[in-house]
């Protein structure tokens, strides 16, 4: 039940001692404001680490050929691997792990890119239309390149938004307009974009595989061989299906190419979901870091909490010691003693809350830091963090009220 005089009691108290409930109140809310500010920098990292790795599919796998380093087999290092056609069917057809998509690569040198007489900087790469998939790419306009376009040698050719943007400002839309390719005319019949902030991929004409290799005399030459692999729900067992996947290719290949088991630059292999695993596990170090310093802090101001409410239990002792006379039960002092530490502690807590999450409100979105993109934090776990830190005020305020409640009647009327 509502007890107004107890109130009257605890504002009174207040104001009496207004330094003293400020600073303790103070540390209570620099506690929870420490403890939110750094979760959702814990949150930012978190979203900047994602941000890095979306634009290429997580589950991607990615090769490409380098140089010996040892020597093998009579084979002196230093060799240039060279992959072909039939590494990539290889691996594609006779691999033990389930693929959803695979690519390959095929970068031509010294090819000249002419719209309107105007000659063009832009790289031109063939490949197939899985590569949409495993790049994360999207589509303006038009189609990407497909199968029928690869075995019909086709003269087509997906252009970028930044290519569009550059060349043809000019005109609603490129699709259906013609590239002259180191002497060959490829039609336009795509626009494609970039998920995220780089646009490196977006410097590029993408062609058939077949095609860029019959034009620009590749013959069965590849660059890269791409694949993106099955998803599992668990991301233990998603790891576990790529290093199968990295030990089948870097074995096959290793094998076919005549290179030594031991050599570990001769043919190069990425792995995104690999490279954020180490990410995520550092920021999971981080935001454990980060909610212990948090949590400290709040233990220190709760701990600043039980010591006033000790030192208000010591200068009312007489006015216990008179309440306890008049017939107050020893609940009734633990009560009066406990609300106002409780009061203090939620008051302070959810300052400090409010103020904590309209900094992270204003400022967040406009954080531009590496690996730090929208710093945030989940209402309901910082609203819990406030309940448990006034729960744990309750506590912090309950031993002195008990102490209180247990002060001999005699003893507290002689207190001075």
């Known amino acids: 039940m509502f007890d107004i005089e107890r109130w009257q009691e605890i504002f009174d108290t207040i104001r009496k001692n207004k330094l003293r409930t400020f600073l ?30 979306k634009g290429d599919a997580a589950t991607s796998i990615w090769v490409w050929p380098n140089r010996t380093t040892v020597e093998y087999k009579g084979l002196n290092p230093g060799r240039r691997i060279q992959l072909r056609n039939e590494n990539f069917e290889t691996i594609k057809e006779n691999s033990a792990v389930d693929y959803e998509k695979a690519s390959i690569l095929y970068f031509p040198r010294n090819v000249r890119v002419v ?3 105007n000659l063009l900087v832009y790289n031109v790469a063939g490949t197939n239309g899985d590569l949409q998939d495993i790049e994360n790419e999207f589509l303006s306009e038009g189609r990407y390149i497909n199968e029928a376009d690869v075995k019909s040698n086709a003269k087509v050719a997906v252009i970028s938004n930044k290519i569009k943007r550059e060349v043809f400002a000019e ?14 005319g490829f039609k336009i019949i795509g626009v494609f974009g970039e998920r995220s902030e780089d646009e490196g991929e977006e410097s590029r004409i993408f062609v058939p595989i077949s095609t860029a290799q019959l034009a620009f005399n590749g013959a069965d030459k590849i660059n890269n061989i791409n694949f993106k692999l099955t998803e599992s729900d668990n991301l233990d067992e998603t790891l576990a299906i790529n290093e199968k996947a990295t030990k089948e290719i870097l074995t096959y290949l290793k094998a076919v190419h005549g290179v030594a088991p031991e050599d570990e630059r001769a043919i190069r292999i990425w792995n995104p979901i690999q490279e954020a695993k180490r990410y995520y596990g550092l920021t999971g170090n981080i935001k454990f870091f980060f909610w212990f310093v948090g949590v400290c802090t709040i233990i220190a101001g709760v701990v600043g909490v039980s010591n006033i409410m000790l030192i208000v239990v010591k200068e009312r002792t007489r006015e216990i010691g008179i309440r306890k006379a008049l017939g ?17 502690t939620a008051i302070s807590g959810f300052a400090g809350l409010i103020f904590s999450m309209t900094i992270l409100e204003i400022v967040g979105p406009n954080v531009e830091i590496d690996y730090v993109v929208n710093p945030s934090v989940n209402f309901t776990v910082a609203f819990t963090t406030v309940i448990v830190l006034v729960v744990a005020g309750a506590i912090a305020g309950f031993f002195p009220a008990w102490h209180a409640a247990r002060i001999h009647t005699i003893e507290a009327l002689r207190d001075e």
């Open 24 to 53: 303790t109140g103070l540390s209570v809310a620099s506690g929870i404001f420490i403890l939110v500010i750094l979760l959702g920098f814990g949150q930012g990292m978190q979203n900047g680490i994602e941000a890095e790795f």
């Open 115 to 117: 719209y309107n007489n």
């Open 171 to 184: 005109l609603d839309s490129p699709i259906g307009e013609y590239l002259t390719i180191s002497g060959a």
């Open 328 to 344: 107050a039960k020893p609940m009734g002092i633990v009560g009066m003693i406990l609300q106002e530490s409780v009061f203090v």
